[in-house]
T-cell receptor, first 118, second 117 residues
Framework: GAVVSQHPSRVICKSGTSVKIECRSL??????MFWYRQFPKQSLMLMAT?????????EQGVEKDKFLINHASLTLSTLTVTSAHPEDSSFYIC??????????????FGDGTRLSIL | AQKVTQAQTEISVVEKEDVTLDCVYE???????LFWYKQPPSGELVFLIR??????QNEISGRYSWNFQKSTSSFNFTITASQVVDSAVYFC??????????????FGTGTLLAVQP
């Protein structure tokens, strides 16, 4: 089945640090990947849509300069939380959908990254 | 606008009981897709089912079954003979079909299911 690998699974760092999270599709190509944020006991909120070879599309209210997204290949998207602060602490989860085929193929999710900023 | 409502915040059942998780959606499009995902305590999201708006047939997969009713805009999920391993947060999600690759998923707020032994 389609596997999405997300790394690291957990990050604990000091305020002001920039943190990079990787999302890889292991056995399929993904033109589009998605980045979500989930606060404790809440739903997943889409932050941005990552498009291979072009700029990411950010949802309203998400700061582009704060959350840098790079989708340099068909199997890798990265999210960098720049100058992270305690309010950025959250569970970040990525997903990917296979390129081609029918639209609305199910998104396959990574295992998430739990980010804690001290 | 799209919206997914999961009115049940938490449900607690005893093992072997049947349980139904409700999902009600809103959309102005005639073509859309509905999903259910499971999120166990470890955090990963597990895909359970996708259903398109033109297919109202109910589906059964082992102990899981889904009831899609367009007339009431509902896509309910039933677990038969629940087990402790079913304990998780279950999310219902909606995606409208724009025919492209960037169809967003709109998630409900999730239902926490606790199955007691």
């Amino acid at each position: 089945g389609a596997v999405v690998s997300q790394h690291p699974s957990r990050v604990i760092c000091k305020s002001g640090t920039s943190v990079k999270i990787e999302c890889r599709s292991l056995d399929f190509q993904a033109t589009t990947m998605f980045w979500y944020r989930q606060f404790p006991k809440q739903s997943l909120m889409l932050m941005a849509t990552s498009n291979e070879g072009s700029k990411a599309t950010y949802e309203q209210g998400v700061e582009k300069d704060k959350f840098l997204i790079n989708h340099a290949s068909l199997t890798l998207s990265t999210l960098t939380v720049t100058s992270a602060h305690p309010e950025d602490s959250s569970f970040y989860i990525c997903s990917a959908r296979e390129t081609g085929g029918l639209s609305n193929q199910p998104q396959h999710f990574g295992d998430g990254t739990r980010l804690s900023i001290l | 606008a799209q919206k997914v409502t999961q009115a049940q915040t938490e449900i607690s059942v005893v093992e072997k009981e049947d349980v139904t998780l409700d999902c009600v959606y809103e959309t102005r499009d005639t073509t859309y897709y509905l999903f259910w995902y499971k999120q166990p305590p470890s955090g990963e999201l597990v895909f359970l089912i996708r259903r398109n708006s033109f297919d109202e047939q109910n589906e059964i997969s082992g102990r899981y079954s889904w009831n899609f009713q367009k007339s009431t805009s509902s896509f309910n999920f039933t677990i038969t003979a629940s087990q402790v391993v079913d304990s998780a947060v279950y999310f219902c999600a909606l995606s409208e079909d724009y025919g492209g690759a960037t169809n967003k998923l709109i998630f409900g707020t999730g239902t926490l299911l606790a199955v007691q032994p």
